[in-house]
T-cell receptor, first 116, second 116 residues
């Protein structure tokens, strides 16, 4: 399986603290994406980082990508109770000729709980 | 509003019955996907379709069937051959081509199937 691995499986913090989640994958990627899922709901796209990028920011989110280590991290700064959710990394391994068929491979997720 | 609609949200099935999950999108996306999610797990790809009248098996296609007769619709049938169908099913879509491709998947709110 090419499924990525996420670490930690669960993270519990207080409001205002930062939350860091890590993702490792196995083979070369086209891009890596992070998604959020509230309990019993669909996934929502947060941020995409391409294989030639090393860091990307979006609001309180910061994503890094280290292709030499085949790993990525998601940092949520100044967390809020509303950030409580599961967070998934998804890798796009691309297709023939560099095209992508959208066959994202998802990790098992990190359950983040932010206490008020 | 543009988005993906899945129905029903909850479905109960007796063993030996086929059931069909609906997925409709009005995002004008060419590509559509079906994922399965088990408790505490990541998403696994069942089927995907890049264009009308064409679809491909994902990683866990056994016991499932799909059709893609219209761009907007990608229904999933869970057949009696699927040995462990109780799960949360998520449909997603993505724009393709140089103009509409953004890399991200747009998800529906999911359908929870329980086999009694």
């Amino acid at each position: 399986s090419q499924q990525g691995e996420e670490d930690p499986q669960a993270l519990s913090i207080q409001e205002g603290e930062n939350a860091t989640m890590n993702c490792s994958y196995k083979t070369s990627i086209n891009n890596l994406q992070w998604y959020r899922q509230n309990s019993g709901r669909g996934l929502v796209h947060l941020i995409l980082i391409r294989s030639n990028e090393r860091e990307k920011h979006s609001g309180r989110l910061r994503v890094t990508l280290d292709t030499s280590k085949k790993s990525s991290s998601l940092l949520i700064t100044a967390s809020r109770a509303a950030d409580t959710a599961s967070y998934f990394c998804a890798t796009d391994y691309g297709g023939a000729g560099g095209t992508s068929y959208g066959k994202l491979t998802f990790g098992q997720g990190t359950i983040l709980t932010v206490h008020p | 509003d543009g988005g993906i609609t899945q129905s029903p949200k909850y479905l109960f099935r007796k063993e030996g019955q086929n059931v069909t999950l609906s997925c409709e999108q009005n995002l004008n996306h060419d590509a559509m996907y079906w994922y399965r999610q088990d408790p505490g797990q990541g998403l696994r790809l069942i089927y995907y379709s890049q264009i009308v009248n064409d679809f491909q098996k994902g990683d866990i296609a056994e016991g499932y069937s799909v059709s893609r007769e219209k761009k907007e619709s990608f229904p999933l049938t869970v057949t009696s051959a699927q040995k462990n169908p109780t799960a949360f099913y998520l449909c997603a879509s993505r724009g393709t081509g140089w103009v509409s491709y953004t890399g991200e998947l747009f998800f529906g709110e999911g359908s929870r199937l329980t086999v009694l």
